[in-house]
């Protein structure tokens, strides 16, 4: 497992409406609790008036960071419906907002459940999903002189250079591509002079 599928970029306000109330759909890639709580506090400082700001996440390669929020709504009505589209479009690394605006007729448990799951429905679908590599980042300390080895080993498994501090010891860090990760520690062990950490 060296990719996952997640959504490539934000996907805001999507509309559903069900007797009277507003479902906003909104869906945001994230990689982190921080990503993650940013993206719910801008949703609610947009929609301070708004009844419910329901939502359901996964992080994680296998989404083993989720949760289900049903923000005030009868328990298993509102986040776990979003939360099953996550698991439908088989994504992970997402966050799906609905925010509600009550609108004077009660929709009943299942109503909200079909509603909530609508919304996230037709917020995904809007959702280009992408395939993305696991990726890591290491950071190598070698002398100046074998520069053009380390970048020749880098650049043919495609890695993304972050920063390169040319000293007479030089440090590069690089986000390499977590399948070449082995065949590239491999070759940097067997380098003299050449230290390295893997820092994620």
């Known amino acids: 497992m060296f990719n996952f599928k997640?959504?490539?970029?934000?996907?805001?306000?999507?509309?559903?409406?069900?007797?009277?109330?507003?479902?906003?759909?909104?869906?945001?890639?994230?990689?982190?609790?921080e990503e993650l709580k940013n993206a719910l506090?801008?949703?609610r400082a947009e929609h301070p008036k708004a009844t419910h700001h329901c939502y359901?996440?996964?992080?994680?390669?296998?989404?083993?960071?989720?949760?289900?929020?049903?923000?005030?709504?009868?328990?298993?009505?509102?986040?776990?419906?979003?939360?099953n589209?996550?698991?439908?479009?088989?994504?992970?690394?997402?966050l799906v907002i609905s925010v509600r605006y009550y609108g004077g007729t009660k929709l009943g448990v299942s109503g909200l459940v079909k509603a909530y799951k609508e919304s996230a429905k037709i917020t995904l679908e809007e959702a280009n999903i992408v395939t993305k590599e696991?990726?890591?980042t290491v950071e190598i300390q070698f002398n100046f002189n074998q520069q053009n080895i380390i970048f020749t080993l880098l650049s043919k498994y495609d890695a993304k250079i972050i920063n390169f501090d040319a000293q007479e010891r030089a440090i590069i860090s690089a986000?390499?591509?977590?399948?070449?990760?082995?065949?590239?520690?491999?070759s940097l062990i067997n380098?003299?002079?050449?230290?390295?950490?893997v820092l994620n």
Do not use: C, W
């Open 191 to 197: 380098m003299q002079f050449v230290e390295y950490k």
């Open 85 to 94: 589209q996550l698991l439908a479009h088989e994504i992970t690394n997402v």
């Open 41 to 43: 506090e801008k949703i």
């Open 6 to 33: 997640t959504i490539e970029s934000p996907v805001e306000n999507t509309l559903l409406k069900e007797k009277g109330s507003k479902f906003l759909g909104f869906a945001f890639p994230v990689n982190n609790e």
């Open 134 to 136: 696991l990726e890591t």
């Open 56 to 83: 359901a996440f996964r992080i994680g390669l296998n989404g083993e960071n989720y949760r289900a929020n049903d923000d005030g709504e009868p328990s298993g009505s509102a986040g776990l419906p979003i939360y």
């Open 175 to 186: 986000k390499i591509k977590l399948r070449h990760k082995d065949e590239i520690l491999e």
